[in-house]
Every structure is written in C-alpha cells, then in structure tokens.
Nanobody, 121 residues
Framework: QVQLVESGGGLVQPGGSLRLSCAAS????????MGWYRQAPGKQRELVAR???????KYVDSVKGRFTISRDNAKNTVYLQMNSLKPEDTAVYSC???????????????WGQGTQVTVSS
C-alpha cells in the first residue's frame, strides 16, 4: 500500500507565499507523474500542476508564473511553491502520484488526504 502525506497548507495574506510538500511511502519501485490538484467550495477539482519523472511540467493558466512544481525522486516527494497568492487560490490542495510496484504490472494512481490553503486578509 502507498501513503501520500501532504504538509504546508495554512492561512496566508494575499501576495504571500506557501510551499506544499507531498511525500509518498510504501514498497514503491518508481513514480511516473506526480501532480497537485485543488478543489474550492462549490467547484470541481482542477489540475494545478503536474511533473513527469524527468522533470517536464505543465500548469493551469491561472497559476503560470506564480506557482512552481518540483520533485525529489530520491525522497518520492513533490513540492508546490506558491507565490503571489490570491484569494481565488483558496482551496483544498491534494497531491496525486502514478506509482509502479516491484511485483505488479502497470501504474496505480494514489491521492493524498488534502491540505487547506486559505488566502485572506
């Protein structure tokens, strides 16, 4: 089994910064893509950013230039650096990982429990 544990959420003023972390643990052979998603009250979950194993990234247009996704493959950890935060960034942020195991064929998708990010003055 795999666990994804997120940290780094909280309350921040507009224009401030936060850094989210998500560490995967378990009998993991490798992790292909990792990503961050968010869901605001009354809205559907949306992709914020994803990163491949070799570091290629993609972002939703609303965060380009403000957020940066990165990963540490040795630690099976993905990060989301969020700068110039806006009230509309308020949401529950969840990480996702596509995991390969030593004794199973294929990739399996796992989710973290989510961490609240609130941007308010």
């Amino acid at each position: 089994q795999v666990q994804l544990v997120e940290s780094g959420g909280g309350l921040v003023q507009p224009g401030g910064s936060l850094r989210l972390s998500c560490a995967a643990s378990g009998r993991i052979f490798s992790i292909n893509e990792m990503g961050w998603y968010r869901q605001a009250p009354g809205k559907q979950r949306e992709l914020v950013a994803r990163i491949t194993g070799d570091g290629s990234t993609k972002y939703v247009d609303s965060v380009k230039g403000r957020f940066t996704i990165s990963r540490d493959n040795a630690k099976n950890t993905v990060y989301l650096q969020m700068n110039s935060l806006k009230p509309e960034d308020t949401a529950v942020y969840s990480c996702n990982a596509d995991v390969r195991f030593y004794d199973l064929v294929g990739e399996y998708s796992y989710w973290g429990q989510g961490t609240q990010v609130t941007v308010s003055s």
